[in-house]
């Protein structure tokens, strides 16, 4: 079974400044998506960021980056010049990407990302 | 814009109550899945369904059941609630993939804060 790992509860970063959040996943699939969540406190989950497994190419959306080490199975964020907005809990999420059977959405254990003024 | 509806926002019961929570998306996705979130834990998996009347169980459908007899509508049912199942509960629909492609993400709705008393 395909598991994540976010291994840092809480991470906090001054405003401007950058942050990265870590995550580590298992799984003995060869095809499959991760993505980066961010939930505010209005509870709404909003897709940041998401990287196919067959791409070499780190994704990027403005300020939000990725590094993706398919080989140590290891899927990072890094957001820089840090907003206000960003604070919220940030999850890391694998999809599969198998035609037959199920398809399942596993997440991590969250990162509450808290930016000083 | 894609829209997934779940039915209450709080929502407060009795121990021993049997308790619907219903979700609803506009996007005709076939999939469709139940997470619990509890801190600390992230998002576990209740149960999801890739068709009508299909379903699967996820990482923890124990006290758990669901339904899905149309395709836009996703219930999950607490046969008996416990006080252990007080958490916040979130309902997500995705595409289901053919090998790759667009539209991979999953989206959510605002989520069900349930209180079992």
């Known amino acids: 079974a395909q598991t994540v790992t976010q291994s840092q509860p809480e991470m906090s970063v001054q405003e401007a400044e950058t942050v990265t959040l870590s995550c580590t996943y298992d799984?003995?699939?060869?095809?499959?998506?991760l993505f980066w969540y961010k939930q505010p406190p209005s509870r709404q989950m909003i897709l940041v960021i998401r990287?196919?497994?067959?791409?070499?190419q780190n994704a990027t959306e403005n300020r939000f980056s990725v590094n993706f080490q398919k080989a140590a199975k290891s899927f990072s964020l890094k957001i820089s010049d840090s907003q206000l907005g960003d604070a919220a809990m940030y999850f890391c999420?694998?999809?599969?990407?198998?035609?037959?059977?199920?398809?399942?959405?596993?997440f991590g254990q969250g990162t509450r990302l808290t930016i000083n003024p | 814009d894609v829209k997934v509806t779940q039915s209450s926002r709080y929502l407060v019961k009795r121990t021993g109550e049997k308790v619907f929570l219903e979700c609803v998306q506009d996007?005709?996705?076939?999939?469709m899945f139940w997470y619990r979130q509890d801190p600390g834990l992230g998002l576990r998996l209740i149960y999801f369904?890739?068709?009508?009347?299909?379903?699967e169980k996820g990482d923890i459908p124990e006290g758990y059941s669901v339904s899905r007899e149309k395709k836009e509508r996703f219930s999950l049912i607490l046969e008996s609630a416990s006080t252990n199942q007080t958490s916040m509960y979130l309902c997500?629909?995705?595409?289901?993939?053919?090998?790759?492609?667009?539209?991979?993400?999953?989206?959510f709705g605002q989520g069900t804060r349930l209180t079992v008393v």
């Open positions: 997500a629909s995705s595409f289901r993939l053919q090998g790759g492609g667009m539209n991979t993400e999953a989206f």
């Open positions: 799984t003995s699939e060869s095809d499959y998506y």
């Open positions: 990287q196919e497994a067959y791409k070499q």
């Open positions: 999420a694998y999809r599969s990407d198998i035609i037959q059977g199920a398809q399942k959405l596993v």
């Open positions: 996007m005709d996705h076939e999939n």
């Open positions: 369904s890739y068709d009508v009347k299909m379903k």
